[in-house]
């Protein structure tokens, strides 16, 4: 059975992205309020998922989101890679080693987290449990010699 993000604001969020804009993907503890030590910008739109402790997880929004959009990439934290294996396996299993950016967490995970068009919070409390989502999609090489043909220099 295909997934389908039922919540819709999450749909209209995934709807609306394009190449090149980003979505975060936060864990609980993620601090998104004006008091927090880096808090998140008034420009990006704040969409809690949190339903209990663990519910959903970063790996069911994740998976969700990149198999019901177009998602080219991803940029994780340095310590998503010494602390959260599992988490890190799940993104290298749906975009591939190739397609993750590996960057340093404070203060340039954050500074990229206000850069996104969304942050969308889930009830996932694991260490790093977060990654910010690239808009896109992966294609080969698209062919232009085609275009060509038929034109008054190629004859």
Known sequence: MKKRILN????????????GEMLFIADAGSGTSAKALYPLSPDVKYL???VVTGSPSFQDVFTTLVECGDFEGAIVTED???????DYQVVEKY???ENIHVMH????YYQMRDRCKAVVQTGDYGIHGQAILIAGY??????MEWLK???KDDD
């Open 8 to 19: 819709e604001r999450l749909a209209a969020i995934v709807a609306s992205i394009r190449h």
């Open 48 to 50: 809690d998922l949190g």
């Open 80 to 86: 998503m890679l010494e602390l959260n294996q599992k």
């Open 95 to 97: 975009l591939g080693k």
């Open 105 to 108: 967490y404070i203060p340039e």
């Open 138 to 143: 992966p294609s080969a090489d698209i062919p």
């Open 149 to 151: 043909k038929g034109l």
